[in-house]
């Protein structure tokens, strides 16, 4: 059973450091929640240190420069881990060959591939087509609406060629305001499904989270084995991988499931006990939002 929290703060002293997602956690992909935003600040406040780990395709800079202009300011984070940086440096090293089939959105996702300085001796990464490629990187859907499955006559040719699949972003879906999207994780579940190989660098896997822990380690004053605590709204993801990486998790209900925990400001116990056990993941702590 997982306990139900009112606050943050009713925990937040037994931790050094947050690994908070961002997505339907701080912000709903148009604006920041104020409370959320205020939990950060205040865990800060009190010595707390947060490392925002989102399963974003961008650089962290460039998440950085978004949050804020939804409302969430630099004062209620430490660092930030994408699953783009993670998956960038997969890239310019050369795990999907050079030629690669671009999946995403122009220009919003045209910061993948700027260079990045801590890879030495980078490949040069080339956008080719399809028939073209060594290799596949997907940043997302072209058309976040449309239905997966227009894709199979796609996968199936980059099966055929043995192509890699690099998924910069594993969530499948968000929900953008009141609008729910496909994500990368939906095109790589697909791809897999149909005997492809995907290859994964945010959440819920290990990259990720090692990316975090080495963000938070160059901050000043860190400790060599921190209390971690991931907070999220992801069952398969934030709070799997906390799960997998054996650290406390943080459930906030009323992100992707508040559906299915009938979280209107709480999760109702039953559901929530319904809905972790059918997922087969419990979280340590569960809360309708972040504050």
Not at 55 to 65: E, L, M, Q, Y
Not at 101 to 115: S, V
Not at 208 to 231: E, Q, T, V
Request: hydrophobic share 40%; with cysteine; net charge negative.
């Amino acid at each position: 059973m997982s306990q139900i929290v009112t606050t943050f703060a009713e925990i937040s002293n037994q931790y050094d450091v947050a690994f908070v997602d961002l997505w339907g956690c701080v912000h709903n992909g148009i604006t920041a929640y104020p409370d959320a935003v205020a939990a950060l600040q205040g865990y800060r406040a009190a010595g707390g240190n947060v490392v925002l780990v989102t399963n974003s395709p961008r650089p962290w800079d460039s998440v950085a420069k978004q949050i804020a202009e939804m409302g969430a300011p630099d004062d209620c984070w430490d660092a930030i881990a994408t699953s783009g940086d993670s998956a960038r440096a997969a890239m310019f090293r050369g795990i999907v060959g050079e030629k690669v089939y671009f999946m995403g959105e122009t220009p919003r996702d045209d910061d993948f591939f700027k260079p990045l300085s801590i890879i030495k001796n980078p490949v040069n990464i080339q956008k080719v087509p399809l028939d073209q490629a060594e290799g596949i990187v997907c940043c997302g859907p072209f058309d976040t609406q449309a239905d997966v499955d227009v894709n199979r006559a796609d996968f199936l040719y980059a099966k055929s060629k043995g192509l890699k699949l690099l998924c910069a972003n594993p969530d499948i879906i968000v929900d953008r305001g009141e609008t729910r999207e496909w994500c990368a994780g939906a095109l790589a579940a697909l791809y897999t499904e149909m005997g492809g190989e995907s290859l994964y660098f945010g959440k819920p896997h290990p990259p990720i989270y090692d990316l975090a822990r080495r963000r938070y380690a160059a901050l000043s004053g860190s400790m060599s084995d921190p209390r971690i605590i991931a907070i999220g709204d992801g069952i398969r993801t934030d709070v799997l991988g906390g799960q997998q990486e054996d650290i406390d998790t943080l459930f906030i209900t009323g992100g992707l499931s508040a559906a299915e925990t009938k979280t209107a400001e709480q999760p109702d116990q039953d559901a929530l006990d319904a809905y972790i056990a059918s997922e087969m993941v419990t979280p340590t702590y569960s809360i309708g939002f972040l504050r």
